[in-house]
């Protein structure tokens, strides 16, 4: 987990029935976080300003060789893009994640992660924070190289597909408080990035924080 990412832990009521106990993270726009996710609970990322984008990561915790794959999860849903009822898949064909909620409903599962390398040759930027960094830097106290960092889910990416097969790259529409809740169907070690991307449409041309909650759930989204 990056330095800047703020913890804490809290019971928190639903309007009606049990308590659910619940993790917080706070992610400043530009920066990433890393935790473990247990089957069974919910992963709520929450747009705290809108138009940001969340890079997602995951590998199984009881084996690094298996981890969250776009590819297999395309093949699956025969799809290009994700939306509510998908299973997500590994690289096994084990489903790892459920969309449970989602109210942008505009995800990408095609874009790669931005990188350094992305930064100096299409923008001419040295130094500029990537989702790449973000995942190496979040990964790295469970002994995840950078290499192996799989293609992420972007969650609230705005990347239309056209009907000559290209697609875009555009300002994502959603709005302060809109959320994605995945169940997680395996543990999981999970990473999400608070895309740093300022130079294109992709955050609104201004990277902002992400929420995450991992919720101990009885079975109903809160």
Same mark, same amino acid.
């Given at each position: 987990?990056? *330095? ?19 993790? *917080? ?9 890393? $935790? ?19 890079? $997602? ?5 009881? #084996? ?9 999860? +395309?093949?699956?849903?025969? +799809? ?10 590994? #690289?096994? +064909?084990?489903?790892? $994640? ?8 505009? #995800? ?28 190496? *830097? ?17 969650? $609230? ?42 130079? #294109? ?22």
């Amino acid at each position: 987990m990056s *330095e800047e990412a703020k913890v804490r832990d809290q019971s928190v009521a639903a309007e009606s029935g049990p308590y659910l106990e619940r993790q *917080e993270i706070l992610v400043p726009g530009g920066h990433g976080t890393a $935790f473990v996710a247990r089957a069974g609970q919910l992963v709520e990322i929450v747009d705290v300003e809108g138009q940001q984008v969340a890079d $997602f990561v995951a590998f199984a915790e009881r #084996n690094r060789t298996e981890w969250l794959s776009t590819t297999h999860t +395309r093949s699956a849903i025969l +799809r290009l893009t994700v939306e509510v009822g998908d299973r997500l898949e590994s #690289n096994w +064909r084990h489903p790892m $994640f459920e969309i449970l909620h989602d109210d942008v409903g505009r #995800n990408d599962i095609i874009t790669s992660m931005c990188d350094d390398r992305r930064y100096l040759l299409d923008y001419k930027v040295e130094g500029h924070r990537s989702c790449r960094t973000n995942f190496t *830097e979040a990964l790295e106290p469970w002994g995840i190289a950078e290499w192996q960092i799989p293609d992420p889910f972007n969650f $609230f990416q705005n990347a239309p597909i056209h009907p000559d097969r290209t697609f875009g790259n555009e300002i994502p529409s959603g709005r302060p408080g809109d959320k994605l809740v995945l169940r997680t169907l395996m543990d999981a070690i999970v990473s999400v990035s608070a895309c740093p991307q300022d130079l #294109n449409p992709c955050n609104g041309f201004r990277p902002s924080p992400l929420v995450i909650r991992i919720i101990d759930s009885p079975g109903a989204v809160p």
